[in-house]
């Protein structure tokens, strides 16, 4: 009987975990003679049109198609039907064959043979990044290698424990950018039976720091777990309300007067979760006499007005000026005016006034009154916000101060890759918005501790 490479591993807990070595599922050669297999049955590689053969690092198989497309490339490998389990898991090497540091993902798929964009199409899932699963995206620096890596897993939207006969790879690069995989060399694709599936402990402890009438700040004792806890989830009366990389959460928007229940789960870097806490069950406080609060049943809808074209696909933040005597249609019964952002995209992001005009109640917006422009659209960023080297979208605040006459406003970005672009907050002086904004703050969260 031929002898098999067996590992063994001790966990933090003391447990003996049993691994077998890491199986070869294709390792691509420079050639197709030279390419391997390492599994009984599995010996016949897919790969789409575009890909050749290279010999560089460890050899391995690249796009040279000019421009690939998103989903048109793919390299993997088929063979006879087995079955995959929880456990097991799918690592792929790959090599960065430029002198550019770039981030991709790639993509797999057990029953798809060809390409994502041609039929007949199968499901595809979202590989990881092997060092750390909660990342999608990997990064590779010029002339090393990184890997990405999928679970099988028995539950949830990436549920691929079955019987399967193929696996095949699929790439993406951050930004939609196809020119990376030109120099993105797939070494080898292999299956490993070392996943993580020891789920941290069940947390303990859960009680409130504070109660009031609108929330609940909750505290716990930490989890322990093989590999790590990473986050908790908190459940508030059966249903997700949010979680915590911390051993505390605040519960707000609470109704006064009311019963609550809040338990608490922890997850692992793989996403393996606890067992959820003893439930705790809060009472929030009620209001006292006299407290004034909006009531929603007191609201009643006045109809609507329409803005000018030079906020067409605008709104992304708006403030109200209450003190504009004789620059609105003050007697209209609807005095002041709006600041308002236009297009939110970088080359706009700005912000005009507008009037309000009397709202119409018509399902017709054509027949809607339109605001009047009282200052068009300008750049109140400051400067070291406008020389940002990407951005995608901006995400605005605004909110103006009548007593003061400021303007304030807060500029971030939709898709923060690095972590150089936090969110900011500036002001402009009235009685309209100048060209150049004052002050710059950075919007940080920090806790507090007590000595």
């Known amino acids: 009987m031929a002898a098999k490479s067996?590992?063994?591993?001790?966990?933090?807990?003391?447990?003996?975990?049993?691994?077998?070595?890491?199986?070869?599922?294709?390792?691509?050669g420079d050639t197709p003679e030279t390419t391997t297999f390492g599994l009984a049955g599995w010996s016949a590689p897919l790969l789409s049109d575009n890909q050749i053969y290279r010999s560089v690092a460890g050899n391995g198989v690249v796009t040279n198609a000019a421009d690939p497309g998103e989903y048109s490339e793919f390299r993997g490998v088929s063979g006879t039907a087995r079955r995959f389990t929880p456990g097991e898991r799918i690592a792929v090497t790959w090599y960065n064959d430029s002198d550019e540091t770039f981030r991709f993902t790639s993509r797999i798929s057990f029953t798809d043979a060809n390409a994502a964009d041609t039929a007949p199409d199968g499901p595809w899932y979202t590989m990881r990044d092997f060092n750390d699963y909660r990342n999608a995206y990997v990064?590779?620096?010029?002339?090393?290698?990184?890997?990405?890596?999928?679970?099988?897993?028995?539950?949830?939207?990436?549920?691929?424990?079955?019987?399967y006969s193929l696996v095949n790879i699929g790439l993406h690069i951050e930004w939609g950018s196809t020119t990376q995989k030109q120099v993105l060399v797939c070494d080898k694709i292999e299956l490993l039976d070392d996943a993580d599936l020891t789920a941290p402990s069940v947390s303990t402890g859960l009680t409130t720091e504070s109660v009031s009438a609108c929330k609940a700040r909750l505290s716990w004792q930490p989890s322990t777990d093989n590999q790590g806890v990473v986050d908790y989830l908190i459940t508030m009366n059966g249903e997700i309300e949010g979680y915590s990389r911390s051993t505390d959460y605040t519960a707000v928007f609470l109704q006064?007067?009311?019963?609550?229940?809040?338990?608490?789960?922890?997850?692992?870097a793989v996403g393996?979760?606890?067992?959820?806490?003893?439930?705790?069950?809060?009472?929030?406080?009620?209001l006292p006499p006299?407290?004034?609060?909006?009531d929603p049943n007191g609201f009643t809808y006045q109809g609507a007005f329409a803005v000018p074209p030079d906020f067409i696909w605008g709104g992304?933040?708006?403030?109200?000026?209450?003190?504009?005597?004789?620059?609105?249609?003050?007697?209209?019964?609807?005095?002041?005016?709006?600041?308002?952002?236009?297009?939110?995209?970088?080359?706009?992001?700005?912000?005009g006034e507008i009037d309000i005009p009397a709202p119409l109640i018509d399902s017709n917006p054509d027949n809607l009154k339109q605001a009047t422009v009282l200052t068009v659209p300008v750049n109140i960023r400051p400067d070291n916000i406008n020389n940002r080297d990407y951005v995608d979208i901006w995400r605005t605040g605004l909110h103006y101060e009548n007593d003061t006459g400021v303007l304030y406003s807060a500029?971030?970005?939709?898709?923060?890759?690095?972590?150089?672009?936090h969110p900011s907050l500036s002001s402009c002086q009235g009685p309209s918005p100048p060209r150049t904004a004052a002050g710059i703050w950075a919007i940080q969260s920090r806790r507090r501790t007590t000595p």
């Open 6 to 28: 067996i590992l063994m591993l001790i966990s933090l807990t003391g447990t003996i975990l049993l691994s077998a070595a890491p199986v070869t599922l294709v390792d691509f």
């Open 316 to 351: 992304e933040a708006l403030a109200f000026r209450t003190d504009h005597s004789g620059r609105t249609s003050d007697d209209d019964g609807f005095p002041g005016s709006l600041y308002i952002t236009n297009l939110n995209q970088p080359e706009h992001g700005q912000v």
């Open 290 to 294: 006299g407290d004034s609060l909006l």
């Open 256 to 268: 006064p007067g009311q019963i609550y229940s809040f338990s608490v789960t922890a997850r692992d």
């Open 139 to 163: 990064e590779i620096a010029p002339g090393t290698e990184a890997k990405t890596v999928f679970n099988i897993t028995d539950h949830g939207v990436h549920q691929t424990d079955s019987l």
């Open 272 to 286: 393996n979760e606890s067992a959820a806490g003893h439930p705790l069950r809060v009472v929030t406080s009620t």
């Open 411 to 421: 500029w971030s970005i939709h898709y923060t890759v690095g972590g150089g672009k």
